[in-house]
């Protein structure tokens, strides 16, 4: 592999202008350090804002940052691609200086509100609190300010609202862009790119991506001249390791080098080879646990440390593998000096329980001086919470782990505690923190060294391998610049951890930015509102989603037309002389699918015969399974016609081996046949061993008096399925295709056809067959091209008919042409439709246009709007308490809710659309409770709702709430939505850390 240029190195050799020659070859950093030495531009930078700035932010600018500021000073667009803790923001914070000093505004976005809290705050202390706005769904301070943060979603709904807050506007920062990438609120980035006055110029700050150019282009498209600058150069090296268990039980975990000595960590390369001693362990353990599972046993809780029932020291191998303790890894990385720490744990639980395993060890990370500093910021910055609610809240364990040092960060904690964590781990007070990925996301909270206990996450449906986007956000976090010579990613030894394979994910920086931007029926009211339908559709198609789809387009098309010129060739290959030779294939094909119509005709006849036998089953009765894994005989407990699968009843029976089953018709897919009946007794417990013994004992000997051969004979009584001829019973299934008058004919037809009789018959069949399959690859290509092009314009033509359909846009004139591109208006409904910025904001529309919601009470409204909002972590194992009960006027409302969101999803099945989420009860009666002034004790009490899970969900119903109050279409409704506003806010909801 070529030695990788960074930005600011020397030309490379192959040009004289220090380009190398096949540059599409180059990594983006190589790219673009490429094009920077071509640059005549003057770098000294003796005058201009940037110069004064460099003096404001006090030490030398990277080559990438002084790049970004010089073109954005040049009042070009900026894409900055660089690696987490780079230092991209300052291009951002030179955006607000420039601003400033030319008398414009800056809106500087983020995706989350503690991003945007922690900028507020950076911004403040740097320009002071009177030129400094902060704007988030609940936070509104100084919003006339010349510099206002906010998040994204904020931005995009002053877009389509016209707010004249954007008079005047200079610089948007969009911050963590990347985010374009999420399924769920992505598409709100390219809305907003897109809608942007000309004249604004963007910095786009997003993490090292592989299609940075792509992303370039797009932007140099709808935005204008945009430049981009990638730097794939950690400021901070980081260094890769394995931490495995000492071999002795109670020894020390190791922390070993990943790659061998000799590969450069900060640019491993593909393939770098692995730490030979690393590898000589795993073998080691290898040998031992392979070892272990010939001559030891595995034991319930064989789980070293991690919980009661692990085997004792000395039980077993002593070099059989473990993985090492929670505690003991963070003692491990105390002793080396390499705290503080992020120990990544994909599971709430998880790091809660990490917490606790910590204390129970008696780890303490902190001085008596540091313990009370962090005790003094605990209580400054708690002093809102109701005393009250402090129990609850887990306040007391919580407030002690924090003072040894130790703490947990993750969705399910209060706001309050989650942010003092952060406050107290950037002033070096916390050591470890044990976090779920989502401390990943644009959290400033640098660390030296990061820790991941598994390279596997639970992603709500199943476990995925991280992948390498993934492994290079989590470890980004590791070096802190300024402080750490070097930065350390540190990967716990666990089952099915593989070096070679971490080592490829490691090395591999780089990944994808896709878009998944997709038309939502908000954007379509709002889009045909302010430009009409088809110069929405134009606007829709200048999408990044689109950008992509039609580059895509291009390669497919040139395999396409590869594909039509090679069956050209194969159509000639395959002409015969005696006749038309693709008309003989076509008689071969429809053969060929005849007899496979009958052949599956059959196996479902066969299957339906296996499923009767299994349907004549009685208790007591002894079966012979003929086939399958369970072979062998069997007596039946129950005969499971309560039990029904896809495929019949489920019987549980009782097998000679004395182990209680459940038969299925994949244990014997060629059905089951009756042998003999025994008695089972009245009182027949399957859970007593000795009457399981009992009973195989009578099953055997009642085969043994059937057949005299317990393995052979057959009963002379009553048979269930089939016989033990086989097929025999079965008369004239195999010969179905003998009998087929359709078959018959085809192949007479093909006898009589004159290729039939060619010497070179099959050669030709043979190009005829590639033609074939050429073909059919053909056809799914150009369907592909088809599908993707315009397809986002499609998708929005779809919105619009089903808005029309109910009433939110209306056809200009009110003729109904059926034109699937028709102009359109938007109706009184769809006014207060684009007022609404919910993910489910049809759903939303609906209840209120159909007046669903209008006789609720403030407590009943703000429960209904959780509905909507609301996404439990697990399915209910019963059904929700309703307040009322289930015939009470909010159990209506929210059957009437149900109702609409069935018709919704009804529609969006018909137009083809994804489908609104389904409601979710689950925080119904806690919000209630609530709203209604009852404690925090109280509402949670008998659910599994955390309490920074409350809190987080209450502040998204009050989001909905607040555009009910501006966006309803009656005054009762607006009002209603107000006052459950005001009974939401308060106690640890209303709590707000600016």
Known sequence: MAPRSRPGSGPRAGSPDGTAPGTDDLSPAERYAASRARSSRDRADAEGELRLFRQVVGFELDPFQVDACVALEEGRGVLVAAPTGAGKTVVGEFAVHLALARGGKAFYTTPIKALSNQKYSDLVARHGAANVGLLTGDTSINAGAPVVVMTTEVLRNMLYAGSSALDGLAYVVMDEVHYLADRFRGPVWEEVIIHLPDHVQLVSLSATVSNAEEFGDWLATVRGDTAVVVSERRPVPLWQHVVVSAPEPRGVPRLMDLYAGHVDPTDPGTNPPINPDLQATFRVSARAESGRGRHGHKGRGDRGYRGPGGNRPGAGPAAHRRTPPRFAVVDSLDADALLPAIYFIFSRAGCDGAVQQCLRAGLRLTNAEEEAQIRRVVEERTATIPTEDLDVLGYWAWAESLSRGIAAHHAGMLPVFKETVEVL??????????????????????????????????????????????????????????????????????????????????????????????????????????????????????????????????????????????????????????????????????????????????????????????????????????????????????????????????????????????????????????????????????????????????????????????????????????????????????????????????????????????????????????????????????????????????????????????????????????????????????????????????????????????????????????????????????????????????????????????????????????????????????????????????????????????????????????????AAPRPALRATARKAQTAVLRGVVAYSSV
């Open 425 to 966: 781990f950037s002033r070096g007070l916390v050591k470890v923190v044990f976090a779920t990925e989502t401390l990943a996301l644009g959290i400033n909270m640098p660390a030296r060294s990061v820790v991941l206990e598994k390279l596997v996450k639970w992603d709500g449906t199943a476990h995925q391998p991280v992948t390498p986007g993934e492994y290079t956000q989590l470890t980004g976090r590791a070096g802190r610049r300024g402080i750490d010579v070097e930065g350390h990613a540190v990967v716990v030894d666990h089952t099915g951890l593989d070096p070679v394979a971490l080592a490829g994910l490691a090395s591999k920086r780089l990944y994808p930015l896709r878009s998944s931007f997709r038309p939502t029926y908000n954007m379509a009211v709002n889009l045909v509102g302010q430009v009409g339908r088809e110069r929405a559709r134009d606007v829709l198609e200048t999408s990044f989603a689109q950008f992509q789809a039609d580059r895509g387009v291009v390669g497919l098309a040139k395999q396409a037309q590869a594909h039509a010129e090679a069956m050209e060739g194969y159509a000639a290959s395959m002409a015969c002389d005696r006749g038309d030779f693709a008309e003989y294939m076509g008689l071969r094909r429809a053969i060929k699918d005849r007899e496979k119509e009958l052949s599956r005709a059959a196996s479902g006849a066969r299957r339906a015969d296996a499923v009767a036998s299994f349907e004549k089953l009685r208790r007591g009765d002894v079966v012979e399974v003929p086939s399958g894994r369970r072979r062998g005989y069997v007596v039946v407990l129950d005969p499971g016609r309560d039990d029904r699968g896809f495929d019949g009843p489920r019987p549980t029976v009782l097998t000679q081996e004395r182990q209680v089953k459940k038969l299925t018709l994949a244990d014997a897919p060629g059905g089951v046949e009756v042998v003999g009946v025994v008695r089972i007794p009245k009182g027949f417990n399957p859970r007593r061993p000795d009457q399981r013994r009992d009973l195989a004992s009578s099953m055997r000997n009642a085969l043994g008096a059937f057949s005299g051969d317990a393995g052979t004979g057959r009963h002379p009584g009553r048979h269930g399925g089939p016989s033990g001829g086989g097929q025999a019973g079965r008369p004239g299934r195999r010969g179905d295709a003998a009998s087929d008058a359709e078959l018959q004919r085809l192949r007479a037809a093909l006898r009589a056809h004159p290729c039939h009789g060619c010497p070179d018959r099959e050669d030709h069949a043979r190009w005829a067959e590639r033609w074939e399959r050429l073909r059919a690859e053909h056809e799914q290509l150009v369907r592909r091209v088809e599908g993707r092009t315009g397809s986002i314009a499609r998708t929005f033509d779809r919105t619009c008919d089903v808005l029309t359909r109910l009433g939110y846009l209306a056809r200009a004139g009110g003729e109904h042409d059926g034109a699937p591109a028709g102009s359109l208006a938007v109706t009184d409904d769809g006014r207060w439709l684009g007022r609404l910025y919910a993910e489910d904001d049809l759903l939303l529309a609906e209840c209120l246009r159909r007046g669903i919601w209008d006789d609720l009470d403030a407590p009943g409204l703000a429960a209904a709007v959780s509905t909507v909002v609301y996404s439990g972590r697990r399915e209910e194992a019963s059904e929700p308490f309703v307040p009322g009960g289930p015939h009470g006027r909010l159990a209506q409302v929210l059957e009437a809710t149900t109702r609409a969101w069935s018709e919704v999803t009804d529609l969006e099945a018909e137009h083809r659309l994804e489908a609104t989420g389904p409601l979710d009860l689950g925080l119904v009666a806690p919000v209630h409770r609530w709203a209604s002034g009852k404690n925090l004790d109280a509402v949670l009490r008998g659910t599994d709702v955390a309490a920074g899970d409350f809190v987080r969900w209450c502040k998204q119903v009050l989001d909905v709430l607040d555009q009910l109050a501006k």
